[in-house]
C-alpha cells in the first residue's frame, strides 16, 4: 500500500485527501480505510508524507518543510545545517525547545536573496549523548552547569545518582528521562576531577566528544600477549630491506612513527622512490578486542598537551613504530618515477626494516633550505637532496593537473609541564615536511588505483566537487573586497580553483580568503565508491600511510593482505566486504570529524587561556570577518578576538550587509575584512573559550 501512494504522490506535486488516496487504491471497506489511516500515519512519523493544515497529504519532499541537523549559538539563536540546501536561521522565538544537535524538521518563513529564514516545526530526533559539566547544588538537589553553553538543558541529579560528586568537580552526566521541555533527570556516570585540576580542561572537552582516554582490560590484556620484537619466524615469506638506506622524518616529539622512506636514482635517470609503511594489520586482527576498539576510536587525537592514540602504546610507540635500529614489519609500496612526476612502474609486497635514522622536519630542512648540515646526518645528504629533487617533480605534476594548495598556517600551543598553555606561535611547514607529504601522496594514489582498476570493494579517500553556487557567493564576496577574478567559473574542476586561489595570491588577506573558499567546498570523507579527490586533483585515492593513527589505513592495509598477499578474491570474501565497508567508512568520518572539533576547541580552550596572561596588551592583527554585533581580529599567531560593536565608542558604528563592513555614522571611517589594525586585550575566558579586544587606533587605510 504505501508503494502505490508513493507512486500517486509523485505523479504530481500536488496534496490528496485521504478520500482520494483511497479511491484510487480502489479500496471498498471500512477496514481498508482504517488500514490506509494507520499506513499514512505511518509515513508522516517517518517523513515521507506531509500532512497539510487541511488534512491532505504529499510527498515530504515538495512541502515547504525541510529536514536539518540544529546549529545552536549561545545567544539562543541558531541554524539549520540541511544537507545540500543552505542553512535556515532560527530567531530565539522559533526555537521551539529545539537545542544544539537535534535533528529537526523547518519551516521556511522567508527568503532574501540566498539567505533563508524559518522555524522549527518539530523536533524530529534528539540523541542525547553523555555531556558534560560542572557539578553544583540548588535547594538541596544536584544539578550540571553543562559546558557546552550552546545546549540549553536543566539536569536534575538524584542523591544516589552524584557518585559522591561535591561542588566544582567536572563530570560526566547520563540522561536518564525526560521531566518537561528541556528539564531532565539524569546520572553521574565519571567524575572527571576538580574543575581547578591540571588538564581537567582538556579531559572535559574529551569526554564530550565521547572519546575515551583509557584503554579496556581486555585489550590491554591481548597487548601483553604481543612482543616487544620481531622474531625470525616473522619475517619468512617477507622481503628483507634491512640493508637499504631507509629513515623516517617526523617532528621533533613525534613517537608514533607510521612511515619510512628510501630513494635510488636509476640508470635510465628515473627515480625509484620506497614508501615503507608500519605493518599495524599484522598485529591489530580482524575482531579481535584490540581491533574493536581502535574501530570505535577511529583515529588518535593529537591536543595540546596529550595524544590520545588509536592504540596502545606498546604498539603506536612500540613494536609497530618504526624506531630507529629496530626490525620492524612493514608494507612497501616501491615506486619507479620519471622525470615527469609519472609512476612508469611499482610493487606493493610484505616486507621487514631496519630505519637507520630518526630524522626531524627542523634538520632536515637545515639541509635543504639553508645547506647546514646537522650532525650525524652526512651520510644522508645527498638522498635527502635526490629527495627533494623528486619532490619538485611530483608538486609540479600535482599542480599542472589541478592541485589545490591552500596554504594555510595553523597554530601550535606550547604548554609548561602542569598543562598551561605559555605560548601560541606558528607551525612550520617547510621543505620537508612538504617533502613528506608529496611521497606519501604518491603512495596513496598508487595503492587506490592498483586496487581499483582490480575492481575489488575497498576505503577511498575522497572529496567531491564543489557546490558552484557556494563558490558564486564566495566570488561576489570578493568583488564586494573590490577585487576581480577574470573569467567565468562554469566549470568545477580544481583548475578553477587553482585559478581563483593564484589571483588572490597578493593580496593582504589572502590566508584569510583562502580558508574561507576552503569552507565553501565539500569536506573529504571515506567511502567505498570512488568519485575522485577533487582538492588533490587527484582520480583515485586513499589513505595508506598512517595505520598507527587511523583506522582506515589499517583497512587498507588488511584488505592489501586480503587480495595481493593471500590471494582471497572469492565470492564470499567481495561480498563480505562489500556489505562491511559503508558502515565502516561512514563511521571513520564521523570519528574523523569529531576529532577535529575536539582538537579545535581544545586549542580555542587554550589560547583564551593564553591570552588570559595578557590582558591590556596591545598587539597588530588583521579584521578576519565583520559581523552584525562586531567584527573578529586575527593576531600573527592566529589567536582570533571579537571587538564588539558597542566598544566603538568614538561613534555609532552599524554594520552594512550588502558591502560587509561596519560604518561610523558621522566620521563615515569604515572597517573591512584584510584591514590591519591595533588592538588591546580587553577580556579573555578559558571557560567560554573566548578573547575580547578593543581597538586601539584606526588604520588610515580603511578611511573611506
Known amino acids: 500500500m504505501e508503494v502505490q501512494i508513493l507512486e500517486l504522490l509523485k505523479k504530481e506535486n500536488k496534496a490528496y485527501s485521504v478520500q482520494e488516496i483511497y479511491d484510487y487504491l480502489h479500496l471498498s471497506t471500512v477496514d481498508d480505510f482504517k488500514e490506509l489511516v494507520k499506513?499514512?500515519?505511518?509515513?508522516?512519523?517517518?517523513?515521507?508524507?506531509?500532512?497539510?493544515?487541511?488534512?491532505?497529504?504529499?510527498?515530504?519532499?515538495?512541502?515547504?518543510?525541510?529536514?536539518?541537523?540544529?546549529?545552536?549559538?549561545?545567544?539562543g539563536f541558531g541554524f539549520v545545517d540541511i544537507d545540500g540546501d543552505e542553512d535556515v536561521y532560527i530567531a530565539p522565538s522559533n526555537m521551539n525547545h529545539a537545542i544544539h544537535g537535534d535533528r529537526v524538521i523547518v519551516e521556511i518563513t522567508s527568503k532574501k536573496g540566498l539567505d533563508l529564514e524559518g522555524r522549527i516545526v518539530k523536533i524530529f530526533d534528539r540523541k542525547l549523548k553523555q555531556m558534560v559539566g560542572e557539578f553544583y547544588y540548588q535547594n538541596g538537589k544536584g544539578h550540571i552547569d553543562l559546558d557546552d553553553e550552546k545546549v540549553k538543558l536543566d539536569i536534575e541529579i538524584d542523591p544516589d545518582k552524584t557518585?559522591?560528586?561535591?561542588?566544582?568537580?567536572?563530570?560526566?552526566?547520563?540522561?536518564?528521562?525526560?521531566?518537561?521541555?528541556?528539564?531532565?533527570?539524569?546520572?553521574?556516570?565519571?567524575?572527571?576531577?576538580?574543575?581547578?585540576?591540571?588538564?581537567?580542561?582538556?579531559?572535559?572537552?574529551?569526554?564530550?566528544?565521547?572519546?575515551?582516554?583509557?584503554?579496556?582490560?581486555e585489550v590491554m590484556e591481548q597487548v601483553e600477549g604481543i612482543p616487544n620484537f620481531v622474531k625470525e619466524e616473522e619475517m619468512v615469506g617477507r622481503r628483507d630491506l634491512r640493508k637499504l638506506k631507509i629513515f623516517t622524518i617526523d617532528g621533533d616529539d613525534t613517537k608514533d612513527i607510521d612511515d619510512a622512506i628510501s630513494i635510488k636514482k636509476l640508470e635510465n635517470g628515473n627515480y625509484e622512490l620506497g614508501v615503507h609503511i608500519a605493518d599495524v594489520s599484522y598485529y591489530v586482527k580482524e575482531d579481535t578486542p584490540l581491533d574493536k576498539e581502535a574501530y570505535?576510536?577511529?583515529?588518535?587525537?593529537?591536543?595540546?598537551?596529550?595524544?590520545?592514540?588509536?592504540?596502545?602504546?606498546?604498539?603506536?610507540?612500540?613494536?609497530?613504530?618504526?624506531?630507529?635500529?629496530?626490525?620492524?614489519?612493514?608494507?612497501?609500496?616501491?615506486?619507479?618515477?620519471?622525470?615527469?612526476?609519472?609512476?612508469?612502474?611499482?610493487?606493493?609486497?610484505?616486507?621487514?626494516?631496519?630505519?637507520?635514522?630518526?630524522?626531524?622536519?627542523?634538520?632536515?630542512?637545515?639541509?635543504?633550505?639553508?645547506?647546514i648540515i646537522p650532525e650525524g646526518y652526512e651520510e644522508f645528504v645527498q638522498d635527502l637532496r635526490s629527495m627533494s629533487e623528486l619532490a619538485t617533480i611530483l608538486r609540479k605534476m600535482k599542480e599542472k593537473r589541478g592541485y589545490?594548495?591552500?596554504?594555510?598556517?595553523?597554530?601550535?600551543?606550547?604548554?609548561?609541564?602542569?598543562?598551561?598553555?605559555?605560548?601560541?606561535?606558528?607551525?612550520?611547514?617547510?621543505?620537508?615536511?612538504?617533502?613528506?607529504?608529496?611521497?606519501?601522496?604518491?603512495?596513496?594514489?598508487?595503492?587506490a588505483t592498483h586496487i581499483f582498476y582490480m575492481e575489488l570493494p575497498f576505503v577511498y579517500r575522497i572529496h567531491g566537487e564543489p557546490n558552484e553556487e557556494k563558490i558564486t557567493q564566495f566570488l561576489r564576496f570578493v568583488s564586494i573586497l573590490g577585487y576581480k577574478i577574470n573569467g567565468k567559473v562554469t566549470d568545477m574542476h580544481p583548475?578553477?580553483?587553482?585559478?581563483?586561489?593564484?589571483?588572490?595570491?597578493?593580496?593582504?588577506?589572502?590566508?584569510?580568503?583562502?580558508?574561507?573558499?576552503?569552507?565553501?567546498?565539500?569536506?573529504?570523507?571515506?567511502?567505498?565508491?570512488?568519485?575522485?579527490?577533487?582538492?588533490?586533483?587527484?582520480?583515485?585515492?586513499?589513505?595508506?600511510?598512517?595505520?598507527?593513527?587511523?583506522?582506515?589505513d589499517t583497512t587498507?592495509?588488511?584488505?592489501?593482505?586480503?587480495?595481493?598477499?593471500?590471494?582471497?578474491?572469492?565470492?564470499?570474501?567481495?561480498?563480505?566486504?562489500?556489505?562491511?565497508?559503508?558502515?565502516?567508512?561512514?563511521?571513520?568520518?564521523?570519528?574523523?570529524?569529531?576529532?577535529?572539533?575536539?582538537e579545535r576547541e581544545v586549542d580555542d580552550m587554550k589560547k583564551a587561556e593564553y591570552m588570559m596572561k595578557h590582558i591590556g596588551e596591545e598587539y597588530t592583527g588583521i579584521i578576519s570577518s565583520v559581523l552584525s554585533f562586531g567584527m573578529?581580529?586575527?593576531?600573527?599567531?592566529?589567536?582570533?578576538?571579537?571587538?564588539?560593536?558597542?566598544?566603538?565608542?568614538?561613534?555609532?558604528?552599524?554594520?552594512?550587509?550588502?558591502?560587509?563592513?561596519?560604518?561610523?555614522?558621522?566620521?563615515?571611517?569604515?572597517?573591512?575584512?584584510?584591514?590591519?589594525?591595533?588592538v588591546k586585550v580587553k577580556a579573555a575566558s578559558k571557560e567560554a573559550k573566548t578573547v575580547d579586544f578593543i581597538l586601539v587606533n584606526t588604520n588610515e587605510d580603511s578611511e573611506k
Open 39 to 75: 499506513v499514512l500515519n505511518k509515513m508522516e512519523e517517518e517523513l515521507k508524507v506531509y500532512r497539510t493544515k487541511k488534512d491532505n497529504y504529499m510527498l515530504f519532499t515538495n512541502s515547504h518543510l525541510k529536514i536539518g541537523r540544529m546549529i545552536a549559538n549561545k545567544k
Open 163 to 217: 557518585l559522591g560528586a561535591i561542588a566544582g568537580h567536572k563530570v560526566l552526566v547520563k540522561v536518564t528521562n525526560k521531566l518537561k521541555d528541556n528539564h531532565y533527570k539524569g546520572e553521574v556516570v565519571k567524575i572527571l576531577g576538580h574543575k581547578n585540576d591540571p588538564g581537567v580542561d582538556i579531559l572535559s572537552i574529551v569526554a564530550k566528544y565521547e572519546i575515551n582516554d583509557v584503554f579496556p582490560d
Open 556 to 598: 587498507v592495509h588488511r584488505l592489501l593482505r586480503t587480495y595481493l598477499f593471500e590471494h582471497h578474491i572469492d565470492q564470499d570474501t567481495i561480498e563480505y566486504w562489500d556489505r562491511k565497508l559503508p558502515f565502516l567508512t561512514e563511521h571513520a568520518s564521523q570519528k574523523e570529524r569529531d576529532s577535529i572539533e575536539c
Open 632 to 678: 573578529f581580529v586575527e593576531l600573527p599567531n592566529l589567536v582570533e578576538g571579537l571587538i564588539r560593536l558597542d566598544d566603538l565608542t568614538d561613534d555609532y558604528y552599524t554594520f552594512d550587509e550588502t558591502t560587509f563592513t561596519i560604518r561610523g555614522n558621522k566620521n563615515k571611517r569604515g572597517y573591512r575584512l584584510g584591514d590591519v589594525v591595533k
Open 495 to 552: 583548475k578553477t580553483m587553482q585559478r581563483i586561489l593564484d589571483e588572490l595570491k597578493d593580496k593582504k588577506e589572502f590566508h584569510i580568503l583562502s580558508s574561507l573558499l576552503l569552507r565553501s567546498m565539500q569536506k573529504a570523507v571515506y567511502d567505498k565508491n570512488n568519485i575522485g579527490h577533487f582538492g588533490l586533483a587527484s582520480k583515485c585515492y586513499t589513505h595508506f600511510t598512517s595505520p598507527i593513527r587511523r583506522y582506515p
Open 296 to 371: 570505535d576510536r577511529g583515529t588518535s587525537v593529537y591536543l595540546a598537551d596529550r595524544v590520545i592514540p588509536m592504540l596502545p602504546h606498546k604498539l603506536s610507540n612500540g613494536i609497530c613504530s618504526l624506531n630507529p635500529n629496530e626490525d620492524r614489519l612493514a608494507i612497501s609500496c616501491v615506486m619507479e618515477i620519471d622525470s615527469k612526476g609519472i609512476v612508469q612502474n611499482y610493487d606493493i609486497f610484505e616486507s621487514v626494516i631496519r630505519s637507520r635514522k630518526q630524522m626531524t622536519y627542523k634538520n632536515v630542512n637545515k639541509i635543504l633550505e639553508e645547506n
Open 404 to 447: 589545490i594548495d591552500f596554504d594555510l598556517d595553523e597554530a601550535k600551543i606550547i604548554v609548561n609541564d602542569k598543562g598551561e598553555a605559555i605560548d601560541v606561535v606558528l607551525r612550520e611547514r617547510g621543505t620537508g615536511e612538504r617533502l613528506i607529504e608529496d611521497f606519501m601522496i604518491a603512495a596513496n594514489e598508487t595503492v
